[in-house]
């Protein structure tokens, strides 16, 4: 039984959370550019990360388009979005540096730590759980891994919801210690990269999670291989980044923080490159949950763009009369399934 799509979802709160993004624009393009840098310094992508057919102006391609020093090109085969530089080994080695945690915490670390999983990941949990429900599988049926678990506010949300067996693996010792301060269990592991493909593969569990994960997995194919080998798996549920409205609006935006293409996202999702993934491995579309942040970066970077013409008086009003239509406007771009992330849940293939 497959489950109509669902779209759309309150900006509520996250606007609050996410206010770096408008406070600090020049510090954050400072830091994608850098990012940049790093990828510039790759050999050229030659093949699709999805599909592996060849790629690229050396195979007589034109870019779909550019933005922030990078070239994208959309695979003739599947239709997948790649940047014109490989994300290697060497990429993430110099993109992916830990972040400085803090060895003490006070109470309000606590508390917004809950704030954000409540915000942000519980709503995504939820949908996991109803949509299993659907298929027959109760909460207490369910054995979770959530693979790139972060600071574990996933698989807090999924236990605050009464799922027992769940457990995340990370990389990032900082992010696991962070993660198991939080909570009152160790919800986190920590592992190494190398051993994340066999782990997935042995792993006593019928659903595997990637929340905003797969795009920054350097050996996809070997996870995807991974998940495939391992038929305890009956579902996967994970979060990409889509190719999508919010690419033109950075493209066009190119002094405002490019949240989306760039950066560590080298490559985006579209709908033909997520059937293609999920036919590849013996999975298909289970359900689906799309909403996007496109409005929301559109918004922000008209508000950059009004504070580098200093004009914070056209902002107020700006922000009085967009940000009550913002939900609606990007519940449209949805339902036309050109947001900038998806929510997506494979069933293995009978
Ligand atoms: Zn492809």
Redesign the pocket.
Known sequence: MKIPRKYGKSVGDIIKIKSDFFEKNDEMLKLSSHQADALLAQPKRT???????P?GADVGQKELYHSQRMSYYV??????V?SEYEDNEDFASRVYIADDYLSNYSESDRKNYETRRDTIYIPKAEFLIESLERDGLKKNKLRILDDGAGSGYFVSALRSLGIEQVDGIEISEPQVQFANTMNDDDILTQVDAPDIASIIETADVNVVTFIGVLEHITNLDEILSAVAANKKIRYIYFSVPMFSMSCVFEAAHQNCYNRHAGGTHTHLFTET?LA?MAQSIGFEEYATWKFGSDMMDLYRMICVCLDQNDDPGLRDVFSRKFLPMLDEMQEIIDRHEESSEIHMILKRKP
């Open positions: 093949v699709c990360k999805i599909c592996h057919g790629i695979c003739p085969v599947c239709g997948h790649n490159s293609y």
